[in-house]
């Protein structure tokens, strides 16, 4: 069998001598949320503040430890740094002006990633963290599939930065790149994978909403959970309910999946196609979903555009989605993404699911939040409001929204009248708001003045 020895010898480089291969006006694409490159990264901020100008990197959800080259260029003398999904550390730095983000809707990450007209958008340089090489010269991209290879592909310069902590996950498909396809490699500092923490004991309103979600889960519904702490609280619960012969397709492969198949919850036998595995296309939870992942023939990575493409999670029959909002105003545009003209996640594969999930046989989505918010301040506000806060974007337009979830009950939003909506929404709204609410709905007129007719 062919050995590709030599060839990775000859492509071995330093994170140095990979840095110094960054030209001005150009943009570096980092791998996403825990396969951003470290050693890379590094290397290349040394370079902040020196002729180097004019350089944008990109990055899906930006983890711990904070990018370098933002940390060493805060006046952006060199470097530029942009999201397509902003995390905890992208809103703080977004705070201080320094991440700007760039929208998409999930699925087309891989169309942006592979189809010629958006070749203006493709990267001078793809880096980031995958596993050694195997013996066949692959090198596997571990917890992050997405839209890796198509910008790994199209990219002018390719570099992987090798770690051997990263799970190999398989696939699938598209979830490695060849050497040969690779124009450098670089053997990083091999640093310990970034983890989220267990999540927390969820709490009686949690509790409730995840109740009132799991009855309406057939057996052998498909389920996809968003991500954010509130869709893994409700897929813990579904690991402890009576459920039997789960599917998954869902964007993020969540630590509850792992609860759900020790309880052996998870089949993927009633599933319209990838029978018996797992489908996802990243992965961000705690090492033992990691040690889970690796090497596990039950699940498998897919590009986004497998996972999150509308038309192809409808094809499996009673696919439930479950995701986390940020506010609701009453004429029903959910906002899951911004606070006002603060950037707080991004659409990511919400939309996709919601419209998905619709289309599915006896699908349905869910967009679960608590009803109120408590501020820095301490200050409680409702998550139902009349209006969305001026400058909040709309995630998922009134026309698309399906069922909605509080602790204080669901509505099945579609179909309802402008009024209807209105008082479904008040009737999950946490009692203390309620009234306030229904005055601004006089005020806004979309308040019928009898209520004889339900919908
Ligand atoms: C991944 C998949 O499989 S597919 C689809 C999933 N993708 C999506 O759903 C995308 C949109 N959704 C999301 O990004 C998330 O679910 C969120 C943002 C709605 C919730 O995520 P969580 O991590 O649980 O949110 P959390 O409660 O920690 O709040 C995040 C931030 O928003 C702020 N925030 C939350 N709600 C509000 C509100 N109503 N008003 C103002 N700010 C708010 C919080 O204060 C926090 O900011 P901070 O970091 O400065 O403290
Ligand atoms: C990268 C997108 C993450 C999400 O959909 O939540």
Redesign the pocket.
């Given at each position: 069998m062919k050995t590709y020895l030599e060839e990775y010898k000859r492509k071995l480089i330093t994170a140095e001598e990979a840095a110094r291969l960054v030209k001005s006006n150009s943009i570096i694409e980092y791998g996403m949320f825990a396969t951003k490159p470290v050693d890379f990264d590094i290397a290349l901020s040394k370079r902040a503040g020196t002729d180097l100008q004019n350089v944008a990197i990109r990055a899906t959800g930006s983890i711990l430890p904070v990018p370098e080259v933002i940390k060493n260029d805060p006046e952006q003398k060199t470097f530029q740094y942009f999201s397509w999904y902003f995390t905890?550390l992208d809103?703080k730095a977004g705070d201080f002006g320094l991440v700007t983000h760039n929208p998409f809707n999930y699925h087309e990450a891989t169309m942006i990633a592979y189809d010629y007209h958006f070749s203006h958008l493709w990267p001078d340089v793809w880096v980031a963290q995958v596993t050694p090489m195997d013996e066949h010269g692959c090198f596997n991209f571990g917890i992050a599939n997405s839209h890796n290879r198509g910008m790994a592909l199209n990219a002018k310069l390719t570099i992987v930065e090798v770690n051997e902590n990263l799970p190999r996950c398989l696939g699938g498909n598209e979830e490695f790149v060849h050497i040969s396809e690779v124009d450098y490699i670089i053997e990083g500092s091999n640093s310990p994978v970034f983890t989220l923490p267990p999540a927390p004991e969820p709490n009686p309103a949690e509790r409730r909403i995840a109740e009132l979600i799991v009855e309406e889960i057939p057996d052998g519904a498909c389920l996809?959970?968003?991500?954010?702490?509130?869709p893994n609280l409700i897929g813990t619960m579904i690991a402890d309910s009576d459920l039997k012969d789960l599917g998954i397709q869902?964007?993020?492969f969540c630590d509850s999946f792992v609860k759900m198949y020790e309880k052996g919850k998870i089949t993927n036998t009633k599933k319209a196609y990838d029978r018996y595995k797992s489908a996802y296309t990243f992965c961000l939870g705690t090492q033992e979903t990691y040690d889970f992942l690796n090497n596990n023939p039950l699940a498998a990575s897919f590009p986004v555009f497998h996972t999150n493409a509308p038309h192809r999670i409808a094809r499996h029959d009673n696919f439930i989605s479950i995701?986390?909002?940020?506010?609701i105003d009453l004429l029903s545009q959910i906002c899951?993404?911004t606070?006002g003209l603060r950037q707080?996640?991004?659409?990511?594969?919400?939309l996709d699911?919601v419209i998905g999930a619709f289309h599915s046989k006896n699908g349905k989505s869910f967009l679960a939040f608590t009803s109120t918010?408590t501020d820095k301040e301490g200050k409680l506000?409702s998550?139902i409001k009349p209006l969305l806060t001026p400058g909040s974007v709309v995630?998922v337009p009134r026309t698309i929204v399906h069922y909605v979830v509080t602790e204080y009950g669901k509505a099945n939003l579609k179909g309802l009248s402008v009024w209807g909506r209105a008082e479904a929404l008040i009737n999950i709204a946490h009692p203390d708001f309620r009234d306030d609410l229904v005055k601004a709905a006089k005020e806004m007129k979309i308040w019928s003045k009898t209520n004889r007719i339900p919908f």
């Open positions: 905890a809103r996809q959970l968003g991500i954010g702490a509130m869902s964007e993020m995701n986390n909002i940020v506010e899951s993404e606070s707080i996640s991004g659409t990511g594969g919400q699911f918010y506000h998550r995630t």
